[in-house]
């Protein structure tokens, strides 16, 4: 399994609001997002997580898609052994 992370613009989470909140992360970078995949399909970034990628609410594999306007970064690592990437030191949340 991959490891994704994806910062976005501070706005993207004021737009989105209390749908996003289950897949927020937070480090020293501010507020993140770890997933097992990111892929962009047209004007939106499709995110795939598996439940402990979340904050314990979500209990099977979700996709998620936001518009790719509000992506600021993504890096992508080969696994959660590979952590960090960029973002935190661990996945807290």
Do not use: W
């Amino acid at each position: 399994m991959s490891i994704c992370g994806v910062l976005l613009f501070d706005s993207a989470f004021e737009h989105i609001g209390e749908a996003i909140t289950p897949y927020i992360k937070h480090g020293p970078i501010g507020k993140f997002i770890y997933c097992s995949c990111a892929v962009q399909n047209g004007n939106f970034i499709d995110m795939t997580f598996e439940p402990e990628q979340t904050d314990g609410s979500v209990i099977d594999r979700m996709m998620i898609s936001i518009p790719i306007g509000f992506v600021k970064f993504m890096a992508t690592a080969p696994g959660p052994k590979s952590l960090p990437i960029g973002f935190t030191v661990g996945q807290s949340s």
